[in-house]
């Protein structure tokens, strides 16, 4: 397995390179270019995406699991099917209730993530 490269037309979920997003979830980085970026998280059962901001709009889409998400101090718990935006520098994080996965857009890309 290799890290995507950036502008890499397609991106085999297999091939891709798992890295550690923290402890008890697994980050894949997928297509992405300087403008846009699509990052999966995979999550365990207890795993925290600590609060944060970053000068990124992000829109998180839960792809399976159920997580508690904190944004700009409002906390709503989520479920498949579930969209949240998170525009640049608003403070938000996670935390999951159910093992799942997490599919996240940014733009920009994260310099930071590769």
């Known amino acids: 397995m290799k890290p995507t490269e950036k ?28 403008g846009l970026m699509c990052v999966e998280n995979t999550f365990e059962k207890g795993a925290v995406g600590a609060l944060h901001s970053h000068p990124h709009t992000q829109i998180t889409y839960v792809v399976s699991g159920v997580f508690r998400f904190t944004i700009d101090g409002e906390t709503h718990t989520v479920r498949a099917g579930d969209t949240m935006l998170k525009e640049d520098g608003v403070v938000h994080g996670c935390t999951c209730l159910e093992a799942g996965v997490l599919l996240d857009i940014f733009t920009p890309m994260r310099e930071d993530f590769v």
């Open 7 to 34: 502008k890499q037309r397609w991106v085999p979920h297999q091939e891709v390179q798992p890295q550690s997003g923290g402890p008890g979830v697994t980050r894949r980085v997928l297509a992405y270019n300087d």
